[in-house]
């Protein structure tokens, strides 16, 4: 039997320490070449005359116009907040009916017919039937990012526990578990990480349905700050727009990937 020694232990540690200190330096140096590669890429599309494409200056300029008379400040918090209560609730929903779905096989052929069938029908298409269903106010917005949010969380909840290792389930069965003990101990821990991905997508798909959800007779909010730029052919303002929303969703992700490693830590990752 081979045996590492407690020397080679140790000075393998150090190592493998060095390089996982190492991986986020380097990730966060690839990260801002990225985005300053973009911006030159950017800078030179304008400056070679694309038509109507503005600099980052003057998209800059204009982002500076809106925070400065609290315009963009009052259209974030709109938009953040109907983004974040329609996540919340559909991914609050997604996970229980998921498990469900995964856990019970007489729910499974009671639900997975309707989540399949609604799956394929866009988010944006109930945008009508929400109108005449729930009015103009902000329900049919809020519900709308909610059914997005859903439909991606709960099919990632569902392969989660139908995907837990069989090996694992029996063996819990063997030193006597209950079933309600196997899938607090075993199922559950075994899908977070589905779980998460499944938040993550459902997270992009709420914001990507966020500005059809402003169409609803909205007053404020970046979705309807970037149509009423439309209208009077605005470009800097909708590239501010744009920016705002890639940047809140680009940090809820960060955060939600965060929380993910640490509820994770357990499970191998490279």
């Known amino acids: 039997m081979s045996v590492v020694s407690v020397p080679e232990q140790t000075a393998a540690q150090p190592g493998a320490a ?3 200190g190492r991986r986020p330096v380097r990730t966060l140096a690839l990260n801002i070449a990225a985005v300053l590669i973009g911006l030159a890429a950017w800078s030179l599309l304008s400056v070679v005359g694309v038509q109507g494409l503005p600099g980052p200056l003057t998209v800059a300029e204009r982002a500076g116009e809106l925070i400065a008379d609290g315009t ?17 609730l559909g991914t609050a929903l997604a996970v229980p009916v998921g498990f469900l779905m995964g856990w019970y096989t007489t729910a499974r052929g009671l639900l997975e017919p309707y989540v399949q069938f609604f799956r394929t029908i866009p988010p944006l298409a109930i ?6 269903l729930l009015g103009i106010g902000e329900v049919p917005k809020v519900f709308v ?8 969380s709960v ?5 989660g526990v139908v995907d837990v290792d069989r090996t694992l389930i029996n ?3 063997v030193l006597g578990a209950s079933d309600r003990t196997i899938f607090a101990k075993v199922v559950v821990p075994a899908s977070l990480p589905f779980i998460l991905v499944g938040m993550r997508i459902g997270l992009g798909s709420a914001w990507g349905t966020l500005v059809a959800a402003e169409l609803i007779a909205a007053q404020e909010g970046l979705g309807f700050r970037m149509q009423q730029a439309q209208l009077y052919y605005d470009l800097p303002t909708i590239f501010v727009g744009l920016i705002s929303i890639g940047v809140l969703g680009l940090a809820m992700d960060r955060l939600l990937l965060f929380a993910g490693r640490r509820l994770t830590s357990w499970q191998e990752t490279r």
Not at 72 to 88: E, I, K, N, P, Q
Not at 145 to 152: D, E, K, N, R, V
Request: a positive charge; charged letters at 15%.
């Open 145 to 152: 990012i909610f059914l997005a949010a859903f439909l991606s």
């Open 18 to 20: 060095r390089r996982t």
């Open 127 to 132: 945008i009508p039937l929400a109108i005449v």
């Open 171 to 173: 063996a819990a069965r």
């Open 72 to 88: 963009l400040a009052t259209d974030v918090l709109a938009s953040l907040r109907r983004v974040l209560l329609g996540f919340v």
């Open 155 to 159: 099919v990632a909840a569902f392969q």
